[in-house]
C-alpha cells in the first residue's frame, strides 16, 4: 500500500517501471528498490530459510541482515532491499543458498 | 590499483563531516557508501533534530542530510562512490571495494571507519516472520519510499527511535496499538512521549513480547508484564491481532570491518556493545586507521556529526596538512560534543567513553 | 508519572503556566520537563524572552513580561512541547503545533485532547497558519472554554 498523501513528505506520480516476479508482470516505480516495490505489492514473503523453509521479509532495510536476498536476472543473493529497480528485472526467490544458472 | 590520500568508508553523518575537514585541508578524499543515497540514517528522518545551531537544531532530518552532502558533492578534494560496499580492509590501508559487479583495489594514505550502527533484535518465538521490522526498516520503507508496512502496528522499545517512529507510523496513517517497554519506565526523551501520549497511543513499561504468531505473515502477538526483577508474570498473556511489529531496542555499533584488520575492541555496554578501541583522534590500534560516529559508540546523528568533524581535522593534523582553522574548530566542536553530553542523557556515554580511555592502547 | 506514562503531573503543568492575570495576552507556556542538549526555542525568540543559557542541558524558562505571544517558538520546538495561551473572557485561545492530515480548518469544530490523549471539550479551530518558515508545521489557532486551560493540550478531528 502506498502513502498518497503526508503531512511532512511528498510523494509524487513517478515514471512506472514494469519488472517481472515470479513470472508475474508487475509494476513498480522509479526511486523503489526491488524490495519496496515488492511490498507496495503486498509481496512481504521474499525468501524461504534454508532448512525449515521459513517464509522471510525485509527486517534492516539497510544490507545488513540478509533476510531479503533474492535472485535478480539469475544472480542470487541479491540484496533486495538496497538494489534499485530496474526496468525488465526477473526477480524470483530463493530456496537455496544461491546457485548461479 | 588506484590511490587516494584519504578514504572514508561510510557517507552518513560522521562521515560527511569528516570529508568535508578533510578536503578543507586540500586532502583528496574518496568517499565510499553502499547505498544509493548519502546520508546515512539522516534521509529518513522527518523530525527536527535538537541540539544547538552547530548540529542544525529545529531541522528535518533529512533537510540536515541535503546540507551535509551538499558540502561534499561539489568539493574539487572530494570523489564519491554509491551503491559501493566495502568488502576488503587490508592493514596496509588497501581498500577492497564491490560496486556493479566490479571489483576495485584502493589505496590509502588514512582510512575512516563511519559505518554508523545495526539495529539490535529481540529474541521471541517466530521472530522470524515477514511483517516484524526494524525500526530503521519502517522509516526507511515510509519516509523513503512511501510505502506502508502495515496497517496496525506495536512498537518495541520506548526509546528515542521507537517514540519517534512511532509518531511518524501515525503521520503516515498507520494506527499505533501501542508502544512495549521492558523497562519500568520510558527510555527516550520525556517530550517525544508526551506527543505519543496526546495522540491517544498507551505506553505500556514493564512488558515484553513473548511470541508471535501467523501463518506466511505477522498476524498476532503475545505480550506479558515483567515483575521487578524482570521476570515474565504468568497470567498476564494477552493476545493482539496487528500486521506489523517494529523491533526498537537499541543499536549496536557496525565495525566489522575492523576485525579484518585485527583493530582491538572493547565491550562496553554503555556504548552500544564492542566498539573498537580509540585515541583521543580517533584512530584505532592500527596505524592511519580511524573510526568515528556511531561505530565507535551509541549516540545521536548530532554528536556523529560532531565526532566527524573532528576526526576529518585530526586525521588531517596526522598528515601533517593541518586544516587552516585546526585549532579554532577543534575547539568549536570539542565544546559542542561535551555540551551534547552534558546533561541526564549523556550520562551513559560519558561512563562508556572513561571505560574505553581506561586500559589505553594505542596505535603501534 | 512523567517517566512511567510520559504524562506530566498537574502540578509540573501549573508551574509552566504564568499566573491567570498575566494570561490576558497571550503567553508561551514551554512544557519541557527534562533536561536535553536542545536551545532552538531560546534561539528563536525574536523578544529573547526564553532563556536557557550556555549549558544548552538546562530546561527553557520564560520571561513571561517579554513575550508578546508571537508563536515564533511554536514550530521551533523539535519537542513539539510549546503552546502559546490566552484567558479571552470564557474562553482560552491557544496556538498550538499541528503535523498531522487531515488539516483542521477555520471555522471547524474538531475534539479537544488533554494530555492522555482523552477528548474532554469541543475545539475551535479559529486560524491556521502554515509557511515555509514553520516548515511543515501548522501553528492552528484554537479556542476551548477556559475550564479547561490548563487541561487542554491538542485537537484530534471528528471523523
Not at chain 2, 522499545?157 to 519506565?185: C, D, F, R
Request: charged content about 20%; hydrophobic content about 40%; overall charge neutral.
Amino acid at each position: 500500500m502506498r502513502i498518497d498523501k503526508h503531512p511532512i513528505l511528498s510523494f509524487p506520480k513517478k515514471e512506472p517501471i514494469p519488472f517481472i516476479f515470479e513470472g508475474q508482470h508487475v509494476v513498480g516505480y522509479k526511486g523503489d528498490t526491488i524490495a519496496s516495490a515488492l511490498h507496495a505489492l503486498g509481496v512481504t514473503t521474499l525468501s524461504y530459510s534454508i532448512k525449515k523453509d521459513r517464509p522471510r521479509g525485509f527486517y534492516c532495510a539497510i544490507g545488513n541482515c540478509a533476510s531479503c536476498n533474492m535472485m535478480v536476472n539469475g544472480v542470487p543473493n541479491v540484496r533486495t532491499c538496497i538494489t534499485p529497480l530496474v526496468a525488465g528485472m526477473i526477480i524470483e526467490r530463493q530456496t537455496d543458498k544461491g546457485v548461479i544458472r | 590499483m588506484k590511490h587516494h590520500e584519504l578514504i572514508i568508508i561510510g557517507g552518513g553523518p560522521s562521515g560527511l563531516c569528516a570529508a568535508k575537514m578533510a578536503a578543507e585541508a586540500g586532502i583528496d578524499v574518496l568517499i565510499i557508501d553502499r547505498s544509493p543515497e548519502l546520508g546515512g540514517q539522516l534521509i529518513k528522518q522527518t523530525h527536527k533534530f535538537f541540539g544547538s545551531k552547530a548540529q542544525y537544531a529545529k531541522t528535518r532530518g533529512f533537510d540536515i542530510a541535503k546540507i551535509l552532502i551538499d558540502q561534499v558533492i561539489h568539493h574539487p578534494h572530494i570523489t564519491i562512490l554509491k551503491e559501493a560496499t566495502v568488502v576488503g580492509l587490508y592493514p596496509d590501508r588497501v581498500v577492497t571495494v564491490y560496486q556493479h559487479e566490479t571489483y576495485t583495489r584502493y589505496q590509502a594514505d588514512r582510512i575512516i571507519v563511519a559505518t554508523g550502527a545495526s539495529e539490535k533484535f529481540l529474541a521471541f518465538e517466530n521472530n522470524d516472520l515477514p511483517g516484524i521490522y526494524g525500526a530503521g526498516a519502517v522509516q526507511t520503507l515510509m519516509n523513503l519510499y512511501g510505502v506502508l508496512p502495515g496497517q496496525e502496528i506495536i512498537m518495541v522499545g520506548s526509546g528515542n527511535i521507537g517514540l519517534i517512529v512511532s509518531y511518524q507510523l501515525l503521520q503516515a496513517g498507520v494506527h499505533v496499538k501501542g508502544i512495549v517497554e521492558a523497562a519500568p519506565t520510558i527510555g527516550g526523551y520525556k517530550v517525544h512521549a508526551s506527543k505519543i501520549r496526546r495522540l491517544g497511543v498507551p505506553i505500556w513499561t514493564s512488558t515484553t513480547v513473548q511470541r508471535a504468531m501467523g501463518k506466511d505473515h505477522l498476524e498476532a502477538v503475545e505480550l506479558i508484564d515483567l515483575d521487578a526483577k524482570w521476570q515474565p508474570l504468568l497470567g498476564t498473556e494477552r493476545i493482539m491481532s496487528l500486521d506489523a511489529l517494529c523491533i526498537s531496542v537499541g543499536l549496536s555499533p557496525m565495525h566489522q570491518l575492523l576485525s579484518m584488520v585485527n583493530a582491538k575492541t572493547k565491550y562496553i555496554n554503555e556504548l552500544g556493545g564492542f566498539v573498537p578501541i580509540i585515541d583521543d583522534h580517533h584512530q584505532t590500534t592500527v596505524k592511519g586507521i580511524y573510526a568515528c560516529g556511531d561505530a565507535v559508540g551509541i549516540e545521536e546523528a548530532s554528536s556523529a556529526m560532531m565526532e566527524g568533524y573532528l576526526t576529518g581535522l585530526y586525521v588531517a593534523t596526522d598528515m601533517q596538512r593541518p586544516h587552516p582553522d585546526s585549532d579554532a574548530l577543534k575547539e568549536k566542536y570539542d565544546y559542542e560534543l561535551d555540551m551534547l553530553r552534558n546533561g541526564p542523557f549523556g550520562i551513559k556515554t560519558k561512563i562508556g567513553l572513561e571505560k574505553l580511555r581506561k586500559d589505553d592502547i594505542h596505535a603501534q | 508519572m512523567l517517566n512511567k506514562t510520559g504524562i506530566p503531573t498537574k502540578d509540573q503543568v501549573l508551574s509552566r503556566f504564568p499566573d491567570r492575570k498575566v494570561l490576558i495576552k497571550p503567553k508561551a507556556i514551554l512544557e519541557c520537563y527534562e533536561d536535553i542538549p536542545c536551545n532552538p526555542c531560546s534561539t528563536s525568540c525574536p523578544f529573547d524572552a526564553i532563556e536557557i543559557g550556555e549549558n544548552i542541558n538546562k530546561q527553557p524558562q520564560l520571561h513571561a513580561d517579554l513575550c508578546t505571544g508571537c508563536a515564533v517558538c511554536v514550530p521551533s520546538c523539535p519537542g513539539l512541547a510549546i503552546v502559546i495561551a490566552q484567558i479571552k473572557g470564557d474562553r482560552a485561545v491557544f496556538k498550538i503545533p499541528y503535523e498531522f492530515l487531515p488539516m483542521p480548518e477555520k471555522g471547524q469544530i474538531w475534539d479537544g485532547i488533554n494530555r492522555s490523549g482523552e477528548i474532554i471539550c469541543d475545539a475551535l479551530i479559529e486560524q491556521v497558519a502554515i509557511s515555509s518558515k514553520t516548515d511543515h508545521t501548522a501553528v492552528v489557532t484554537v479556542s476551548v472554554p477556559v475550564d479547561y486551560l490548563y487541561d487542554f493540550v491538542t485537537v484530534r478531528v471528528r471523523l
